[in-house]
């Protein structure tokens, strides 16, 4: 026989000898996981029941505790001298306050939509020449009443910093702004309606 014949022949069966060697493996692997799969189908399937999530029950009585960013009060005992750029520092007013304002000028909003609020409209139709269905009145005061809040917080926001006392002239200032607002807006509205109709 030719050498170069046996040599073919020799490599051919350790290359059969290998691929019979992996096959056996891989039927073994086969073998193994058709088993897993036969015990996992066996098993009682997890059933999990429904879930309910009910947030009005939640109920926050307090909220205590500190939130420090940047330095921390006991950082501070180290530090003799705090300055920035030789600047003063102006904080803002604290949101309690800033509610207590706007509560107090909100308030007297109230009572003067509902005691002038009619008289502001008919006054504008009269002035205007034109007269519309009283829905469009309890349109305008929803509309407005939503704005209110809003509206004075825009007003607020224009104070000088500095100011951390709402005095009386300052809250009757933007109180008497926020009127003509009101007479401005009703005016508009109804002359954009008489421009439409």
Known sequence: MNNELYQYLKELHHFVEHQSTK??????????????????????PVQVGTIEYK??????ETLEGTLNIGLNPSD?????????????????????????????????????????????????QQKLQFNVDES????????????????????LNHLPQESKELTEDMKLDIIEKIKGEIQHGVFLFLNQLKEQG
């Open 136 to 155: 469009y009145y309890s349109f305008i005061k929803e509309d407005i009443t939503k704005q209110l809040s809003s509206r004075i917080a825009t007003h």
């Open 23 to 44: 096959i056996k493996t891989l039927e073994k692997q086969l073998a193994e996981l058709q088993k897993e799969l036969s015990t996992l189908k066996e098993r009682p």
């Open 76 to 124: 501070l005992e180290g530090i003799s001298d705090f300055t920035v750029d030789n600047k003063n520092i102006q904080t803002p007013v604290a949101p309690k306050d800033q509610f207590m304002r706007s509560m107090e000028i909100e308030n007297e909003l109230r009572e003067y939509l509902e005691g002038n609020l009619p008289e502001v409209f008919e006054k504008t």
């Open 55 to 60: 947030f009005d029950q939640l109920k926050v």
